[in-house]
C-alpha cells in the first residue's frame, strides 16, 4: 500500500533470512546508499534478525541517475520491482523512484510457513499524482522535532512526498527567526524550531524524496505575528497569543510599505531556511472586522480602488506573490487566495469543496485537494479513500485543465491532538489517502484497502511511529494504578470523534488537558471491524462457522460482564466517571448480542417486535457519548438484521447448536 | 516503591493540576533545577496535564548543600517529604537527596475521583545500603546510546544509583579507545560507543545521582581484546570476536611487562573518561589452559613462586591495583579476585553465593550482593527479593564487618536479550531488588511488593523505558500481517525462560536471532497473577463473588477455544509453529478450570479421582515448551485444589450458581 501501478504475481517465493544484502548496479550516491543501510535496518527490525549479510546480493538496485538536489515537484520517481525465488531486482531511473521501490520491498516481507519472505512478483509502479502531501499544524499544539521525524519516516513508508508544515498560527510561531527574534520570543511560549532543527528536517525530508513546503498563516491568523510586532497590525494592539481555538480578528494590515518590507525581509530568511520552490502563504479564513473599522486602510482601499474587503486581500496577494519572486519563490494558498489578479504559477490548496479546484483549473492556475482529507475530522478511512481529487466537479475539466490537478494533501490540524496522540490520529488512516494519490483511479475497493490497512498499520509501526504502541500506555494511564483489561474492552468497543463534534462539547482552548478516553481511543476500531466481519461470516452460513459464533459469544459475553467489573475504577476515577453510560450501553450491547445469537442457534427467525425494539435501542446507544461513538453497536445491528430475515443459513431451519 | 524508610499517612490529598509549580527555597544549582524542570515535564506526562505553573509553588524544595561534583559512594541521600491538602515540602540536606525525594513525590501521583492528587503524609527517607547498582551488559548484545539513557532514568525513578557497565568481554569491545583503537576496530563489529558517547552517558547519569562504575573484564572474557592486540594474549593467537556464548580459553598474559605496559596506558585514558573512583577489572571465570601450555609463562611462574593458576591471576590483580592506584582509581572484582595479597580497598562483587561476600568482609573488604539478583535468569521478583546482601552466610558477621557489605547489583547479562528485549527483562523486577537495597530490612511481604510492583510498572514507562508499550508490538511482529487477540492471551498466559534453561535449550549464538515468543513473553505474567488472585477471592467465598466467578469462566471459556482459532495463524508461520503443543495445553488448562468451576458451582467438593487425574495433567502440561512455561496452569490448579476441600465457601453446600 499504496496498490502499485501494476503487478503481476510470480511462482514461488524468495527467502530473507541474517544474509540479506544489497548490491547496487549502476549509479549510485550518498543518497541511496544511506537508504539502503535504512531498509537493512528496517529490515532486522521487521523481522528481529540482525542482518549479517552474505556473498550473494539478495536485492540488486539499478539506477540511472541521482534525484535533483532538493526533491522536486514532478520529478521522475517510477520504479520496477522483480522478484524471483532466487533474487530481487530493483531498478529505476532516478534513485527517489529506487526509494519508493525499497519501501515497496520491505512491506511485501511477511513470515511464512518456513522463513521470512516476500513473493515473487512484478511490479511497474508510478505515481498518479506528483504531489501528495501531509500538512501538520504545529501551532495549536506544540510538536518537537522527533514527532516530525518519525513521521517522515512514516510519510516515505507509504510515498506521500510533500510534508506542507503549518508553521504559523493564532495560537504560536514556531520558527526562529534571526532577522526578527521577537517572533519565537513572544510569539512561541517558547516552544519553536531553531533554524538548526528546521534544516535537520528539511535534510531529514530529503534524504526521503520528501519536500518541504513551509506555510506562514497570513494576513489572518496572524495573532502570534502581532503578540511580537503588534505595529504589522491593522488594529492599534496589545496582542497575545491566542489561547482558544477559532477564527479570530487579528490582521496584518495591508495597506502599509513597511509591513510589506517586513514581509519582504522575513520571507527572505524563509527562502534561504526551505529549499523548495513553493511557499504557502495560507490566507484562508480572513476576517475583516479590523480592516473595516482601520480609517486609514478604508482611505487606501478608497484611493487605490479596492471596493471591498475581497479585493483587498487580493490586493496584498499580488503584492505577497511578487515579494516572494523576488526570492525565487512560487507561492501557495488556501482557496481563498484566488482571484483574478494573480499571476499563473500560484498553487491553489482546496479545503472548502471541489468545485473551487475546479474553477481555479479552469482559470490556470495548480490545484491542490483538501477538502475531504481532513484527517482531524477521525472519520473512517473508507470516507477519505472514496474522495478523488479528479472526481466530483474536475470530472467536467479537459484534459489540459485536468492536467493541473497536481494532487492531494492529507491535512492534520492540531486544536484536538497534542504529540502523545498525533501518529494514532494520522496512522494508518494517511496511508487511505496516501493510495489514493499514487495508486491508479481503479484501486477503489474499500473492502481491500482496509485489509491490506490493516497489514500496513502494524509494518508502519517499523519506521518508528507509534500508533498502537502507545494505546495501552494512555489506556493505563487513564486507569492510573490498576489493571485495565476491562478498560481496554470499552476503548476497543468505541470510536474517538473529530473536531467537528468536539468543538461543540466542551469549552476548549489550548490549556484543556487531552488526556481522556477520547483521546486514546482509535478514529476507528479495528476490533469491531474483525468482529464485523466475523458476525457476515457467521451470518453467510452459521452451521460452518461454530469456532466463529463461539468468539462471537465470548465477546457479547464479555461486553456483557464488562460494565459490573468496570464499575469500581470508573466511579473512582474522575478521568472515567463520564464513562459510566457508555461502558452501561456496552453491555447491554452485549445482551442484545448474545440474545440474537441465541435465535441464531435455535434456526428459527427473530421474532420482528422484538427485531424492531433491539433496533431502536441500538441506534440510541449509538448517540456520541464522552466525545466518543459506541461502535459496538455495529456488528450487533448487523447480527440483529440478519436474524431477522429467513435467509442465508439459518433458512434450512437448523442452528449452529446441534454440534 | 522503594518503600520509604519511615511513612506516615495524613489526612486528606494535594491536588495536582496545571497549576503545579515547583519553588526552591535555600540552596539551588543547576543541577536542581535540571531534576524539577523533569519532574514537570514527567507531571506532564502522567496526567496528560501540560504543566502551565501557577502562582502558588504546589512544592517547595529546600536543600542546604551540592552534591558532589560526580556522584561518590556513601554520599548523603536522605530527604523528608511532608505532604498536606495544601501544599508539599521537599527537604534534603544536599540535592542528592532532594533527587530522590522527587522520584518519591513523582510516584505518589494518582487519579482521583476529582483530580490527579498527591495523599497527604509525612516521609523520612535514607537508604539502607549506599551502593546499589544494576550491571549492564553490552558486549553480548550490542545496547546503543538511548538504550543506556532510557534505563538510566528509569534506575533513578527506583533510586538505584550505581550503573555498573560492563563494557567488554570475548564478543565484543564496546569503548572507544584513542590509544588503542584497533580495540573498537576490530573488537566490536562497528558497535562501540564513542568517547563522545560514554562522557554523555556519564553525564546524563550524574545529573540523575548516578554512579557510573566501568567494567573491562580481564584476564579472561578477552578475546575482543585479542582479536585487536593478539600480542597481550597467552597463546599466539589469532583471535576473532566470540560468536558463542560461554567461557572462553583466550587470556591476557600475567608474566609480561609489556602487558602491564599496555594495560596501564589504557587505564590511563579510562580514568579520563570515567570520573567515578572505582573501576571494575572483571576477574570472573580465568581458564588456564593458556597459561598452561605456554612455557614462558610456566617459567615465569617457577621463577617467581607463584604455585598455580590462581596465584598467577592473584599476581596480575595485584598488578593490575598498583596500576589503577597511579590513576586514583580503586578496584572492584568479582569474587574470583578475592585472595590475600590484596591491599585493603578493593570491592568484591560476589556472584557465586553469599559466603564469598561474608569471607572478604572478615578479611576487610567491602563487599556487593549480585549472587540471587541475576535478572537474566527471568526469576520471579520474589525470588530476588527475599535475597538480602544481610542474610545468609552475612548474618554471622560482626557490626564492624557487616559494615562492609556496602550494597547490592541486580546484573543483566545480555546472551538472550536485545536492545528490543532489555527493557523487559529488567523492568519491573528491578524495582523490587531496588527496594530490597534501599528500604529497612523489616520491608519483606512480597504480596505488598507485587501489589506495588504492579503500579510501579505502568509508572516506570513515564520514564522512558518500553517494557509494556513493547509487548504488542513484538507481537505483532511474531503474527506477521493478522490481528492478534489469540497470540495475546496465549503471550499472556506463559512466562519467558531464562539463560539456565535457554542455554540448553538450543545452540545459542550471537547470530541466531531473538524474535521468538520467548523474547517477547514477560518472565512473569502480571495476568495470571491478577486472575490467581480472583481465584483465591473467589475460593474464600464462592457465593459473594458472583462476578470474579463469571469472570474466570469467561477466560477459561477463551482459552479453551484459543487453539482452535489460533491453530491457522500457528501452522502458517515458522515462528509460531513451535508453540502449537502449548497452545493445546492452554486449551485443556481452560477446560479442566471450566470443570473445576462447575464443581465448585454446584456446591460438591470434586471426587478425589478427578482431583487427582487433572492435577496430574496439570503438572505435566507445566514443564517449559518453546522456552517458555504455561503459567496459566497455576491458578488452575489452586482451583483444582481448592474445590477438592471440603472447606471455605464450599462447605454449606451452596454453589454461586443459584443467582
Redesign the interface.
Known amino acids: 500500500m499504496p496498490m502499485p501501478a501494476e503487478v503481476r504475481l510470480g511462482e514461488g517465493k524468495l527467502l530473507i533470512d ?1 544474509s540479506f544484502s544489497i548490491r547496487m548496479n549502476g549509479y549510485s550516491d550518498q543518497k541511496l546508499q544511506a537508504a539502503a543501510s535504512r531498509l537493512t535496518t528496517r529490515i532486522s527490525r ?5 542482518i ?1 549479510g552474505g556473498d550473494r546480493p539478495v536485492l540488486t538496485i539499478e539506477c540511472r541517475a541521482a534525484a535533483p538536489e532538493t526533491p522536486r515537484l514532478g520529478e521522475d520517481e517510477s520504479y520496477q520491482l522483480d522478484i524471483t525465488p532466487k533474487t530481487a531486482h530493483l531498478s529505476a531511473h532516478a534513485v527517489t523512484g529506487a526509494l519508493r521501490g525499497m519501501e515497496t520491498f520491505s512491506q511485501l516481507i ?6 521470512f519472505f516476500v513473493p515473487a512478483l512484478h511490479i511497474e509502479d508510478r505515481p498518479r499524482f506528483a504531489w501528495r502531501g501531509l500538512m501538520l499544524d504545529v501551532a495549536r499544539h506544540w510538536m518537537p522535532t522527533p514527532v516530525i521525524l518519525r513521521n517522515l519516516d512514516a510519510m516515505a513508508a507509504v510515498k506521500l512526498n510533500v510534508l506542507h508544515w503549518h508553521l504559523s498560527d493564532d495560537q504560536g510561531f514556531r520558527v526562529e527567526s534571526q532577522r526578527f527574534p521577537k517572533l519565537q520570543e513572544l510569539g512561541s511560549d517558547g516552544n519553536y524550531y531553531t533554524q538548526a532543527e528546521i534544516r535537520r528536517v528539511v535534510a531529514y525530508a530529503g534524504e526521503r524524496g520528501i519536500r518541504v513546503v513551509p506555510e506562514f498563516d497570513i494576513p489572518g491568523h496572524a495573532t502570534s505575528w502581532l503578540a511580537a510586532y503588534p505595529e504589522l497590525g491593522s488594529a492599534p494592539g496589545p496582542f497575545r497569543i491566542e489561547r482558544k481555538w477559532g477564527i479570530f480578528e487579528p490582521t496584518l494590515d495591508p495597506t502599509r510599505e513597511d509591513v510589506y518590507a517586513f514581509l519582504g525581509a522575513f520571507f527572505g530568511e524563509v527562502a534561504g531556511l526551505f529549499p523548495d520552490e513553493y511557499v504557502h502563504i495560507g490566507g484562508d479564513e480572513v476576517l475583516d472586522n479590523e480592516w473595516r473599522s482601520n480609517a486609514a486602510i478604508q482611505q487606501f482601499c478608497r484611493r487605490n480602488g479596492l471596493r471591498s474587503s475581497v479585493e483587498l486581500h487580493a490586493y496584498f496577494n499580488r503584492k505577497l506573490q511578487k515579494l516572494l519572486e523576488k526570492h525565487g519563490k512560487k507561492m501557495m494558498g488556501w482557496d481563498e487566495v484566488l482571484s483574478p489578479a494573480l499571476e499563473p504559477g500560484v498553487v491553489i490548496q482546496s479545503w472548502r469543496g471541489q468545485q473551487s479546484l475546479a474553477d481555479a483549473a479552469r482559470k490556470g492556475y495548480r490545484g491542490v485537494l483538501s477538502f475531504g482529507y481532513y484527517l482531524n475530522y477521525l472519520k473512517p478511512a473508507a470516507f477519505h479513500y472514496q474522495v478523488d481529487p479528479l472526481g466530483d466537479a474536475a470530472k467536467e475539466l479537459d484534459g489540459a485543465q485536468a492536467a493541473l490537478i497536481t494532487g492531494g494533501e492529507a491535512c492534520m490540524w492540531a486544536e484536538y491532538i ?1 504529540e ?1 496522540t498525533i501518529d494514532s490520529r494520522l496512522w494508518p488512516r494517511a496511508a487511505a489517502i496516501a493510495e489514493r494519490l499514487w495508486s491508479p483511479a481503479t484501486v477503489t475497493d474499500a473492502d481491500s484497502m482496509y485489509n491490506r490497512l ?2 500496513v498499520s ?1 509494518w508502519l ?1 517499523y519506521t518508528g511511529v ?1 500508533h ?7 489506556l ?3 486507569a ?2 490498576r ?1 485495565t ?1 476491562e478498560l481496554l474492552a470499552l476503548a476497543d468497543a468505541v470510536e474517538a470523534l473529530g473536531l467537528n463534534e468536539r468543538q461543540v462539547a466542551r469549552h476548549y482552548s ?2 484543556v ?3 481522556r478516553l477520547v ?1 486514546a481511543a482509535r478514529p476507528e476500531s ?2 469491531i471491524r ?1 468482529i464485523g466481519n466475523l458476525v457476515n461470516r457467521l451470518l453467510a452460513d452459521p452451521s460452518q462457522h461454530r ?1 466463529e459464533a ?2 462471537i459469544r ?1 465477546l457479547f ?2 461486553w456483557s ?1 464488562n460494565n ?2 468496570l464499575q469500581p475504577l470508573l ?7 463520564e464513562l459510566e453510560p457508555l461502558s452501561a450501553n456496552l453491555s447491554r450491547t452485549g445482551n442484545i448480542g448474545l440474545q440474537a445469537l441465541q435465535y441464531l442457534a435455535s434456526g428459527v427467525p427473530a421474532p420482528p417486535d422484538w427485531v424492531a425494539k433491539e433496533k431502536q435501542e441500538l441506534s440510541e446507544m449509538e448517540e456520541s457519548k464522552a466525545e466518543v461513538v459506541l461502535a459496538a453497536v455495529r456488528p450487533v445491528r448487523a447480527l440483529v438484521e440478519g436474524i431477522s430475515k429467513p435467509s442465508a443459513g439459518i433458512a434450512g431451519g437448523r442452528g449452529f447448536a446441534d454440534k
Not at 46 to 50: D, F, H, N, R, V
Not at 110 to 115: I, M, Q, R
Request: hydrophobic share 25%.
Open positions: 541474517a521487521q523481522t528481529g534478525i540482525p549479517t511477511v513470515p511464512g510457513a518456513d522463513s497534542t502523545e490493516g497489514i502494524r509501526e507509534r498502537r504502541s502507545d494505546y495501552q500506555p494512555l493505563d494511564r487513564l492510573g494504578t489493571a483489561p489550548s490549556f488537558p487531552l488526556n483521546d479495528e476490533r474483525e469456532p463461539e468468539e465470548l459475553s464479555q460482564l459490573e467489573l466511579e473512582s476515577n474522575f478521568l472515567l466517571k
